[in-house]
């Protein structure tokens, strides 16, 4: 493969004008000519009579000449004579050969002549244009400097940057007479190529542009998402979406494989219509905790340009899982005690309960799984992911203000989970008198405390947005989920709710009443800080069980808790915990990185030294000191681009004590460079547009020469100097009147 040198290794000779032609040049208009005509006259007359009276003495013979001399010397300045000199540069003018050596240049798409009777690859074209042997009439009249841009080199991907290589060639170069690009056009870095036409144009720098690859999109079939999370439950069903696309001019059925690292394969039947997109979901249930990750692949098809994006591996972890749960109601209904029972027989759940009951002597329960008060501190509460809170509120032997500013600080700051189940009694509406009242998704209807009662049971519909949700998922497909919510036992009492608060998401509405917002939202989420809400209008999620047992109260139960405790245990340590949103980062976009840190009395870090250090799989280090954002929840947070796909290698460590935390954060995204892409002539295009070049195609390019007569003429450098403004003729003017003026005194006219 040609590997031309790189621009600005060999330095011209220092740049050498010798002149060309001097000249004066006159710019007068009709004032000045009228005035030459008028007034010069005038002062010689003028002249003559003074010095006759004056008995034509000598001295007053100089003094009148002088006087002359002035006004001629001003009636000059009125014709604004100019100096122009033109100078040539001595420098040879210089081309640039800008080639792109990027992986997209590798897609097999360019048909000409020369190329035989297949498609071969844009690589082997640009090749075939650097041969050194074509350029040797050119090398002979001009400075030739070959370049090129897109090399993946050790430690950093490939990108194409046409911007940067444009720049460098205008600034190095200073006899510069035009660019040569050769390149399929695509761009993935750095500012727009554009962004320097105008300078190459005020330069009178053209672009030729050589387009390599079809605008077209070639016949494939590839994996374009692999929407696995970051982390499986050992023993519970990991869903895995695949999605594909087709640029195929018919649809094809195909196969999708998914074969995990520990044996295990799983195969699916899809049809990929044409020229558009197709999604299929596999549900796995990982046997044990550990590494894994898992190879999904589509066969290739006869016709189909590239077989590398058939392929993709994705790791993952799969862990033993512990949640933490908090349950606070007042009085144990129906809803709170199948929500208890559920979550109590979860293995991956330990639960802890609190009642409020007035009856009850002491509060807490006869089970283990009791507690007798509220957390008192926050370390106490931060060890629950996530707070159901119920039918409770402020009162005196219920919740504080106190109590409710800690929960808001764990929700905000560390990720905590809260879920909102109102109840009969309306307790739950003083809550908006406390710090919990941003974290709430709707706005309650205090003219209604207690709710609204029906004799007739009455159903929750599915929002757009609850369709495809998966805390709403308690079918396969959106079709048989939203046939199981239609078919859900409905409910005979609903929370008193007018709408849903700015920035919060409703997965499900009444299915019948509204007012002059819409439907009322009995099903709604929002995130605040670092954690999740979700708030239940409705306290009859229990009736669910009518036949079928647990299957879908409990599964949407399950699918809750989880959602809401995932972040927070991505990865967690003795006295440091890790989230990052998204859950699933992506290359090339930002990705915020929040750490909770404990100092050694176990108490939240204040103004410590918390640094997050990031390697890539190719090698590439990054180090991120965090900013503290809340002293008294010891919250640090920044954030992290990633730069390319695969699995970074994360320590989180925290000076002040020494921990750390390891851990690993998979990063999807198709490398920034994609072979069988189509190409982008367009964006040659509109260079060569600005700068007024020309597109020449490779056949073009047999002999090179024929570039030298797209080049503009060479111009001389021409210098103009504005006498009349100069400020040593000013001077000699001053000087001319002082003269003059001393003259005058001597001989008494003063």
Known sequence: MVQPPVIGQTPGPPIERKSMTDSLTWNGNELALWATVLVLPAAIFLAAMNWHSHGRRAFHGVLEILRVVLVLFVLILLWQPEWT?????????????????????????????????????????????????????????????????????EGSPGRSNLHEPLRQALDNNPGLQGIVMISDGDWNSGPSPSRMASALRLADVPVIGVA??????????????????????????????????????????????????????????????????????????????????????????????????????VPFQVREESIQVLVVDSLPRWEYRYLRNALSRDPGIELSCLLFHPGLTRRGGGNDDYIEEFPATINELSRYDVVVLGDVGISGDQLTPEQCRMLRGVVENQAAGLILIPGMDGNQLSLSETELDPLIPVQFDFSQPLGWGTRDPEKMSLSREGRRSLLTRLGDTEEENVAIW?????????????????????????????????????????????????????????????????????????QVIRWMAYQRNLAEGQSLRLIYFPERPEVQKPVKLSVNAMGSDGEPLQSGDVRVRLVSSSGQTRSIRLESSDDEWGLYEGTWTPEEAGEYQVRVENRDTGDVLDYRIPVDGQPLELVGEPARPDVLRELVRLTGG????????????????????????????????????????????AIFWILRKKAGLI
């Not at 360019?110 to 244009?129: C, H, K, L, Y």
């Not at 020309?694 to 006498?723: C, Q, S, W, Y």
Request: aromatic share 8%.
């Open 486 to 558: 239609e078919e859900l036992p409905g409910f005979n009492w609903y929370a008193p709710v007018i709408r849903a608060r700015a920035g919060s998401q409703v997965l499900a509405t009444h299915q019948a009443v509204s007012n002059q917002y819409g439907l009322l939202p009995l099903l709604a989420t929002r995130t605040q800080g670092q954690g999740k809400i979700l708030f239940m209008g409705t306290d009859s999620a229990w009736r669910w069980r009518e036949g079928v047992e647990d299957q879908f109260h409990y599964r949407f139960w399950g």
């Open 212 to 313: 390599l690859g079809s605008a077209e999109r070639l016949p494939d079939i590839r994996i374009t998402d692999v929407a696995i999370p970051g982390y499986g439950v050992a023993g519970k069903s990991l869903r895995i979406p695949v999605s594909l696309r087709s640029s195929m001019a018919r649809p094809h059925p195909t196969t999708v494989t998914l074969q995990f690292s520990n044996g295990e394969k799983l195969e699916r039947a899809v049809a990929v219509p044409a020229m558009n997109r197709a999604e299929v979901a596999f549900e796995w249930k990982p046997p044990a905790a550990g590494d894994y990750s898992v190879e999904v692949s589509v066969p290739a098809f006869p016709g189909e340009a590239i077989a590398q994006n058939n392929i993709r591996t």
């Open 694 to 737: 020309e597109m020449l195609r490779p056949e073009n390019l047999t002999d090179p020469a024929g570039i030298l007569e797209l080049l503009p003429d060479k111009e001389p450098v021409v210098r103009r100097t504005a006498l009349w403004s100069n400020p040593w003729t000013l001077g000699v003017l001053a000087g001319l009147f």
């Open 85 to 153: 000199e033109e100078t040539e540069n001595s420098r040879e003018p210089t081309l640039v050969v800008l080639s792109d050596f990027s992986a997209s240049m590798e897609t097999r798409d360019v048909v000409s002549a020369g190329s035989g009777p297949g498609a071969v690859t844009r690589s082997e074209v640009r090749d075939r244009i650097l041969e050194t042997n074509r350029w040797g009439r050119v090398q002979e009249q001009i400075r030739l400097v070959f370049s090129s841009f897109g090399e993946e080199t």
